[in-house]
């Protein structure tokens, strides 16, 4: 506290000034900056545009296939976790078997769910598959024979794969029809 009194005061920064492009009035440097920064933002927003509009949206009963295929794998995978639990494996405490029953029924209800090209399954499994692929690259760590490698980048790698192509499957699935392209009121 009583180095307060002794510290120096900071001069206030001086605004750099550029050249108005009109050659008229001069404006702070910040906002020469704007112009630049706006054009960015509009080329990211053309990219977006172009991106949603090469978007076909889904037809009638129709199901992208990166859908069907985490249907499936979800599908699987629950009833391998049903099939673990009944054969024993791992069943020595009873909160093993609880969160066991748990992951298989969340997995067949996203199933279920991504079978239906339902939105909420396939972020649903995303966030599944996204936690896999953490908790597997943490493991990667730990690895310590080159069986354990291999097993962890048979988790992660398929995984972010699938989660890769759900990404755009999702987006199909949240468009109920073609983007009309908006033009400003005149």
């Known amino acids: 506290m009583a180095q307060r009194g002794r510290r120096k005061r900071r001069k206030p920064r001086q605004r750099t000034s550029v050249a108005a492009p009109s050659g008229g009035r001069r404006t702070p440097a910040r906002r020469a900056e704007r112009p630049a920064m706006s054009r960015g933002y509009a080329r990211s927003h053309e990219r977006d545009e172009a991106a949603r509009a090469a978007l076909e949206p889904l037809a009638a009963g129709e199901r992208p296939t990166a859908v069907t295929v985490g249907a499936i794998a979800a599908a699987c995978l ?109």
């Open 78 to 186: 629950s009833l391998a976790n049903l099939v673990a639990l009944v054969a024993g494996f791992d069943s020595d405490e009873s909160n093993k078997v609880v969160g066991a029953a748990f992951g298989a029924v969340v997995l067949a209800i996203v199933a279920g769910g991504m079978w239906r090209a339902r939105y909420w399954a396939v972020l649903g499994m995303q966030t599944i598959l996204l936690i896999a692929i953490v908790f597997a690259s943490v493991a990667l760590v730990t690895a310590s024979n080159l069986a354990a490698v291999a097993l962890v980048l048979a988790i992660v790698v398929p995984s972010g794969v699938l989660f890769w192509f759900l990404v755009k499957a999702m987006a199909r699935i949240q468009m109920p029809e073609r983007p009309t392209v908006r033009r400003p009121p005149v």
